[in-house]
């Protein structure tokens, strides 16, 4: 069974999940990949800012918030262990 | 020069063409993979983590400060809190320099009269001079000498991220960088300091917006005109024991008027003379320190009074001089203040305002702390010698000269809105290099301060409520 | 003349960042991410000794600052904050350029030891464009609190080169810092900087670039690092080593065969 890929921006808070890959070119693409986004990195949503935006992540051990248009171009798997607990919020 | 050197550069360039942008871009990726592969490795065998209590604790603080439904609360709350000691702190101090200050210039009258200078020395020097200084001094530096170690506090605490977090999203609608959100908190403390701050904005166009901009928050100078006034005029509707909460609130939305004209005017920029594509943006959310409470508090307490002092000597004592000298030498039979208030008297009356406040604005260049006092010796040289050492006197010498709330609140607005002060436009200058730009600085807000002043005002006057 | 010789070609080098150096100074760079603390650092090793201005045609701000530790003149430069080397902003660019260009005798990388991977990334990169690098592990306090506990003699063993571990809020391991940055810039230790190893078909391309731009570049330039650029298609520090080689203060000639760089 594959495991579902989703875009950042649709990670519920409090969840985790694991970087599949990018759609994002150019400069954005190397800041998100200067910043830790590489395949295979762990990231967990934290909170959202009262406005809806932007969104604040766990990113190897430093907590950096992230627009929604920008979440919207990383792609990831959720977290196995998460998978059945949590449900869809936007 | 030789060939040689334009032999490497076109090996050089020969071997980028080899490679697809597409498979660049697979080995870029590969690359940052490999390094943070090692750096994953290396950090595993030299970094422990336990129980990470502050990174909770942090998260619990964060949870509460940006949740839905305390972010904006407390982010005003906080706004007001430190409006509110600012103004309430002061008060003692400003008295009692005030009143020392005031015994001192007795002291110094005495001794011309018994040198028996002349008239016009002792005018010039006492009454222009140190009396510029003096007010300065007494109303200008405890509310500043309070705020900045304040607004240093919250700012090492690490708070400022957090507004940033908050208000991103409004920024983002107005077209304009995320980090202006930080560079408009900075310009609270000084509009220079916050127009250096916008040096953390990449893009040269979110920058110069960002720069442009950065006038509209008021910066410490501008604090106690702001805060004066509201007392005055409009604390003083309430009873007195809530007079300074009325004063706070005032100020507070004088302040979102100002982060709201911020915004307007981004987008206005962003549509228009400064158009193009906005930039990516991260923030970074620090973990909040504990601020060195003593150090800051002593260290921002000396800087800021040393800043100040230097200031009114500098730049207060010589416009007080000048303002005596005007407001005293005659042409005709009218002094020249009042021959340029004349001329300004029909402008300003459709703003609000009168000649004589919007004289103050532009003698008040060079520094805004001094556009207050300009003002009071203005008037007060056209009128009776007043003793000034209370609002109360400064409220009866306003109303004397025909003051009323809309006078009160256009001066205001005006203050909020207009040219940013000398030292700001050299500071635009120097990191704009463009003196085009710099006369924008100084020309949008002032036409920003008009149309705003002059709606109001003529809204007033349409509605007969003056 | 074959000019590999670092004193020889250094002096044009600074004045091309706009520095002016007294006798026998020494020139220390200051890297690191944002937000860990290298303001302090900055601030705690030059005290008031120091000078704000910009980068010669950046609007990039630069603070420089001096000090003397045990009998050696050094000036301090402070390179932007940046997260890595490699992506193409202002801050970035500027900080490479001095990084290769303006060869420093040493480099000080501040890290975060909160935040210990994604500092890595900065460190790795730097140690790849120069060996004479020296970790401060800064925030230890904070990672303390913070129940991380970080091990800087097996961080120096994994990265071969000394990282030493401060507080700089408080003026800890500040000593300790000017001590190794001193004895690496004079060559009294020698580091062994732990090189990254890429995927084999980034090597390979690597090393066949490699041998084709070796006889075009000057020694000091760390050809790897070079290639590997190329392979990413960063064009703009090749633009800048082209820029500052042609501003004639080195030249490539042809001398008995092969091409030389001098003076």
């Known amino acids: 069974m594959t495991d579902t890929i989703l875009p950042l921006s649709q990670l519920p808070k409090g969840a985790s999940g694991t970087v599949k890959y990018l759609t994002a070119q150019g400069q954005v693409r190397r800041h998100l990949l200067d910043l830790g986004l590489v395949a295979g990195s762990r990231i967990e949503s934290i909170r959202r800012s009262p406005t809806g935006d932007p969104t604040a992540f766990n990113i190897r051990g430093a907590i950096i918030a992230l627009r929604n248009e920008d979440a919207d171009q990383i792609f990831i798997t959720l977290d196995k262990t998460m998978e059945g607990k949590n449900e869809c919020h936007r | ?148 170690p304040l607004f240093t506090l919250l700012e090492d605490l690490g708070y400022l991220p957090r507004v940033a977090f908050i208000l991103d999203r409004y920024f983002k609608k107005a077209c304009a960088h995320g980090k202006q959100a930080l560079t408009m908190c900075m310009g609270f403390g000084c509009n220079a300091a916050g127009v250096i701050s916008c040096r953390i904005i990449e893009s040269p166009r979110e920058r110069l917006i960002a720069v442009l901009t950065n006038v509209f928050v008021p910066c410490n100078g501008r604090f106690p005109t702001l805060i004066s006034l509201s007392m005055i005029f409009i604390g003083g509707l309430g009873a007195a024991a809530y007079s300074t909460a009325v004063a706070t609130a005032v100020v507070v939305l004088l302040i979102l008027l100002g982060v709201g004209i911020t915004l307007l005017i981004s987008w206005l920029l962003s549509k228009t003379v400064l158009r193009g594509e906005p930039s990516f943006f991260t923030l970074e959310l620090p973990p909040y320190r504990k601020p060195q409470l003593g150090r800051i508090l002593i260290r921002s307490l000396l800087d800021r009074t040393i800043f100040v002092l230097m200031r009114a000597i500098v730049v207060a004592a010589p416009a007080g001089a000048i303002t005596w000298i005007l407001a005293n030498t005659y042409i005709g039979d009218l002094s020249i203040i009042a021959h340029l208030a004349g001329w300004l008297d029909p402008f300003a009356f459709l703003l609000g305002l009168d000649g004589i406040i919007l004289l103050a604005f532009i003698l008040g260049l060079p520094a805004n702390e001094i556009v207050l006092p300009i003002m009071i010796m203005s008037y007060l040289s056209a009128g009776a010698m007043l003793e000034l050492d209370s609002l109360t006197a400064l409220r009866t010498l306003l109303i004397d000269n025909g003051w009323t709330w809309l006078t009160a609140l256009s001066t205001m607005l005006f203050s909020l809105l207009h040219f940013p002060c000398g030292t700001t436009l050299l500071t635009i200058y120097k990191e704009t290099k463009s003196l085009k730009w710099t006369a924008f600085a100084a020309l949008m807000p002032l036409g920003t301060a008009v149309i705003v002043t002059f709606a109001i005002a003529q809204l007033a006057f349409l509605l007969g409520l003056v | 003349m074959n000019v590999t010789d670092k004193s020889l070609c250094t002096a044009a080098a600074y004045e091309a960042f706009g520095l ?216 703009s520090i090749i633009k800048a080593i082209i820029d500052h080689l042609g501003n004639g203060s080195e030249q490539l000639l042809l001398q008995e065969g092969s091409a030389v760089w001098a003076r």
């Not at chain 3, 050696?72 to 660019?93: F, N, R, W």
């Open chain 2, 1 to 148: 020069m030789g060939t040689l050197n334009s032999t490497l550069s076109s090996l050089l360039s020969s071997i980028n063409q080899e490679i697809s942008a597409k498979e660049q871009q697979k080995i870029r990726d590969s690359i940052v993979s490999s390094i943070y592969s090692c750096a994953e490795e290396i950090s595993r065998k030299a970094a422990h983590h336990k129980i990470d209590r502050r990174f909770e604790l942090d998260q619990k603080i964060d949870n509460i400060i940006t949740s839905r439904m305390f972010g904006i609360p407390i982010m005003l709350a906080l706004l007001g809190v430190i409006l509110w000691l600012t103004i309430a702190g002061a008060n003692y101090p400003s008295q009692l320099l005030a009143n020392s200050l005031f015994w001192f210039e007795g002291q110094l009258t005495g001794f011309f009269v018994m040198v028996n200078a002349p008239d016009w020395l002792h005018g010039v020097l006492v009454l222009g001079m140190y009396r510029g200084l003096a007010w300065v001094v007494s109303v200008m530096l405890p509310p500043m000498a309070i705020f900045f």
């Open chain 3, 20 to 235: 002016r150096l007294s006798k026998n100074q020494l020139v220390i760079a200051l890297a690191g991410n944002p937000n860990t603390g290298k303001s302090t650092v900055f601030n705690a090793l030059t005290g008031l000794k120091q000078h704000t201005g910009n980068w010669p045609g950046k609007t990039v701000l630069r603070a420089e600052g001096t000090f003397v530790h045990r009998n050696k003149k050094i000036l301090l430069v402070d390179l932007p904050g940046t997260y890595s080397l490699l992506a193409t902003s202002a801050d970035e660019q500027v900080a490479r350029d001095f990084l290769c260009l303006g060869r420093p005798h040493a480099v000080i990388v501040v890290a975060d030891a909160t935040c210990l991977e994604r500092n890595l990334n900065l460190v790795l990169q730097v140690m790849e464009i120069t060996p004479k690098v020296v970790v401060c592990v800064n925030l230890m306090d904070e990672a303390a609190r913070r129940g991380i506990k970080v091990d800087t003699e097996v961080l120096s063993r994994e990265l071969g080169v000394p990282c030493i571990p401060t507080v700089a809020r408080d003026g800890k391991g500040l000593t300790e810092l000017k001590d190794a940055v001193l004895d690496v810039a004079r060559g009294v230790i020698v580091t062994s900087p732990r090189q990254v190893s890429y995927e084999p078909y980034v090597e390979q391309a690597a090393a066949r670039i490699e041998s084709r731009i070796r006889p075009y570049l000057p020694g000091w330039v760390n050809h790897r690092w070079v290639a590997l650029r190329l392979l990413e298609g960063d064009m």
